[in-house]
């Protein structure tokens, strides 16, 4: 089976400062993991991914995260948070066990961004 | 605008009435999936579809809900029976052939059962 687990619920910071997003991932093989952001009112737009290519993995609006197999992590970091970033930040694994591409979404966290 | 849809956004129903939501996907989508959020969760997979053929049922979809795609295109997921425990935002998501392992959602409907 596989899940994710995001460790913080809401994470706080002021505008220009770094973000940390966390998540740590279970799977029984080789996984592929995602971020996906939620704004109010708008659907779930993927951030980036992991498909076992490049560890460190660059994304939209300046996010990027690392895949690190021996601490099961995949965090989400970005050098200096902007107001737009305020949302639910999602962390998804997968795998083709059956031939499709079922998404197991972590609880969320939701990034506060305060001027 | 060439994402995918959903219709109706908001819907408000009574416990015991049915309901039917649709979803467009984006037009050279093959693989379609549906999934449920509720509040203060992430979503969790209901079903999926590759072309018309429904490969993949969670154990979550009850007897009462079914869901179709057709002719491969739009799909529609009817839950019968409303319940109040059926209130969440039910999210549709279609990915391509070449780029199956990006799924791009829709806005949602999200669902108010009184």
């Known amino acids: 089976a596989q899940s994710v687990t995001q460790l913080d619920s809401h994470v706080s910071v002021s505008e220009g400062t770094p973000v940390l997003l966390r998540c740590n991932y279970s799977?029984?093989?080789?996984?592929?993991l995602f971020w996906y952001v939620q704004h109010p009112n708008k659907g779930l737009q993927l951030l980036l991914k992991?498909?076992?290519?490049?560890?460190l993995v660059k994304g939209i609006n300046g996010f990027e995260a690392e895949f690190k197999k021996s601490e099961t992590s995949f965090h989400l970091t970005k050098p200096s948070a902007h107001m737009s970033d305020a949302a639910e930040y999602f962390c998804?694994?997968?795998?083709?066990?059956?031939?499709?591409?079922?998404?197991?979404f972590g609880t969320g966290t939701r990034l506060l961004v305060s001027p | 605008d060439t994402g995918v849809s959903q219709d109706p956004r908001h819907k408000i129903t009574k416990r015991g009435q049915n309901v039917t939501f649709r979803c467009d996907p984006i037009?050279?989508?093959?693989?379609l999936y549906w999934y449920r959020q509720t509040l203060g969760q992430g979503p969790e997979f209901l079903t999926y579809?590759?072309?018309?053929?429904?490969?993949?049922k969670s154990r979550l979809l009850s007897d009462r809900f079914s869901a179709e795609r057709p002719k491969g295109s739009f799909s529609t997921l009817e839950i019968q029976r409303t319940e109040q425990g059926d209130s969440a935002m039910y999210l549709c998501?279609?990915?391509?052939?070449?780029?199956?392992?990006?799924?791009?959602f829709g806005p949602g409907t999200r669902l108010t059962v009184t």
């Open positions: 998501a279609s990915s391509g052939k070449a780029t199956f392992y990006e799924q791009y």
């Open positions: 799977s029984s093989y080789s996984p592929s």
């Open positions: 992991y498909t076992s290519a490049a560890t």
């Open positions: 998804v694994v997968s795998g083709m066990n059956t031939g499709f591409q079922k998404l197991v």
């Open positions: 037009s050279e989508h093959n693989r």
């Open positions: 579809f590759q072309n018309e053929a429904q490969l993949e």
